[in-house]
């Protein structure tokens, strides 16, 4: 059976403002490949559009558990961030990165989201990649209303590039 995202109270996916969900399975690499692209902030513009103005933790690119770092996507400012989740994968154990990013102001432009991943290898020799990502506060809801779905459409072209970098880089 498929691992399943560990939501913090909190997030729980029917009880924010916004709430998406992607999954795409991908053969020809490994989890480990797609961990390398994912957990390494550093690498995320080459990849995924929508990623910019990233500010790495102070201990390195990777991210790991505590890390403080900062990105701009769908518009937003910069957004500071905290990783509270990060286990690399191995052949028995999926990957797992999650982080809450939030944005401080009025009733209008506060913005609170935990962000999830899961990689994991498949027994059926593909991998597994899974993202999603809940959100709490009036952007949220008002991105949630949207058509297309802005939040929806922009972790699927995350979830596309992730998987096309690694696959030109597993040969």
């Known amino acids: ?3 399943h995202i560990i939501w913090p109270e909190k997030y729980l996916p029917g009880t924010t403002d916004n709430f998406v969900s ?3 399975f991908v053969k020809g690499v490994t ?3 797609i961990w390398g ?3 390494d902030i550093t690498k995320w513009e080459s990849y995924y559009k929508n990623a910019s ?3 790495p933790p102070s201990s390195g690119p990777n991210l790991e558990k505590g890390d403080k770092f900062s990105f701009s996507t ?3 400012p ?3 961030c905290e990783v509270w989740e990060s286990v690399s994968p191995s052949p028995n154990t999926p990957g797992r990165i999650a982080w809450r990013a939030f944005q401080d102001g009025d009733e ?3 913005l609170d989201v935990y962000h999830a991943w899961v990689v994991e290898d498949m027994e059926w020799g593909v991998v597994r990649i899974l993202t999603q990502e809940s959100q709490i506060g009036k952007p949220a809801a008002q991105l949630a209303t949207m058509k297309p779905n802005p939040m929806l459409n922009g972790h699927q072209d995350w979830l596309d590039g992730l998987a096309s970098i690694a696959k030109q880089n597993s040969n």
Do not use: D, K, R, W
Request: charged content about 5%; hydrophobic content about 35%.
């Open 22 to 24: 992607n999954e795409v």
């Open 74 to 76: 769908f518009g937003f």
């Open 53 to 55: 103005q990233i500010t």
């Open 31 to 33: 989890a480990q490949q």
């Open 1 to 3: 059976m498929p691992s």
């Open 78 to 80: 910069p957004l500071p």
């Open 37 to 39: 692209y994912l957990s």
């Open 108 to 110: 209008n432009s506060t």
